[in-house]
């Protein structure tokens, strides 16, 4: 998903203003005799139907817009599916973009992923992240890399981030429900995962430490699909010096855990650990420490923030789910923290969770390039051309959902047919923090509506403007009351 910020675009407008308005003028013409030729090509069956718009500029501007506007980039693809039908194609930022609706085109993508298709190279986003990221890497490192990085995030090595994450979570509910004020649940949510990620992964405790990492990992995240030039004010600018920064921090850390000076058993312990097997270099675990926390605060924090919607206004369903919760409470003795066990037989709460992922699509849609020529349900792609699997498209879509704005967890007692269910993705880059986010989803949901209820301050269900991740806008606010005070 794309965007340049309104600065970046006036910058470039006011630069090449006068080529823009030349350009502009020979490219309508181009483009009125395209269209011509291209509706005379609609009617071959294999011809994916949309709107290529002129040359380079097509409908990027329309995609800004949504993005900048309150109804959220998805806005953008909703419309032109109704426009062109569920198949379409449109140009954005000179790339032609296929949005790939369906179960199938999802298989065979998925299936085919680093062989027919690949993540697009993004400059600043390889410069944001680090060239050794997972998600800059070509294939080979790729998998070396993952299954390097992987066990920590097994669900057998959580059960400890578990235990972390309940008792600080159960601190800071208990905090802000003693203050009796009302307070964002993204805001709260954000800082939670930030933390709890920075324990698991670096057993970071330092609250300015946490604060200026935070900061810096914010920077990053906004740099990564900036506009690339060194331009001091930029955010490709303010996000490649945050990245320096957290470079010489994760750098000290390193050095410290080798010379003996510090010892945790954490993420970077493990990884650092001699044995006989080879290891990432420090720049491959630098690089991949940013990923993680960038992949994960805000993908969690936002899905836990939709859970509280979700439940607010489906008050069966959170009913339920704090029934579910009592029980396994009456079964502990009082204030002992969850176990990986506890989590286990939480089945009504995984399915909540699992509605709460089918129904906010944190990640909208996965962007891959075709390698090569190649057709997908006989439709013919062009190599370069960019296909992105249109989760959204799949979690709503009614013959694989019954009524699918509807939020009913219970759907999920059927088993779903392959590809319908994607918000991790699939295949070789399906998420590799999958367990850690319905972990920390599961202790939430579970602490929340079996220690408290709540109210939400702010009913009004507009996105956050410029946000890939659809987020509301109020962030959520909401008032707690514990249970025990009812
Ligand atoms: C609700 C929370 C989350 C959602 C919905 C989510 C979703 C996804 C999806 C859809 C992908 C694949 C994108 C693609 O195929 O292009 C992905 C990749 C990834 N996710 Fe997550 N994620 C979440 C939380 C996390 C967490 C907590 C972490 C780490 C601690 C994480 C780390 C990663 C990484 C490193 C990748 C790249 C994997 C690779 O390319 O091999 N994610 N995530």
Known sequence: MLTLSMEDILLLVSKYYDILLASILVISITALYLSKVSSKAKDSKSCIPGNLGIPFVGETFALLSATNSVKGC???VRLRREWHGKWFKTR???KIHVFVPSVEGAKTIFTNDFAL?????VKSMADAVGKKSLLCVPQESHKRIRR???DPFSMNSLSKFVQRFDNML???LKKVQEEGKSFTVLDFNMKLTFDAMCDMLMSIKDVSLLEQIEKDCTAVSDAMLSFPVMIPGTRYFKGIKARRRLMETFKAMITNRRNGKECHEDFLQSMLQKDSSPKLDDEEIMDNLLTLIIAGQTTTAAAMMWSVKFLDEHREAQHRLREEGLSILRSKRNGVLLTMDDLNSMSYASKVVKETLRMSNVLLWFPRVALSDCSIEGFEIKKGWHVNIDATCIHYDPTLYKDP??????RFDEMQKPYSYI??????RTCLGINMAKVTMLVFLHRLTSGYKWTVDDLDRSLERKAHIPRLRSGCPITLTALQDE
Do not use: A, H, T, V
């Not at 298709?117 to 190279?121: I, Q, S, V």
């Not at 704005?405 to 219970?410: T, V």
């Open 148 to 150: 390097l990085l992987s």
């Open 405 to 410: 704005m509807q939020f009913n967890p219970s």
């Open 170 to 172: 159960c601190e800071r």
């Open 92 to 94: 954005i930022f000179g």
């Open 74 to 76: 998805y806005d953008f």
């Open 423 to 428: 918000p991790f993705g699939s295949g070789p």
């Open 117 to 121: 298709f690949n993540k697009g190279y």
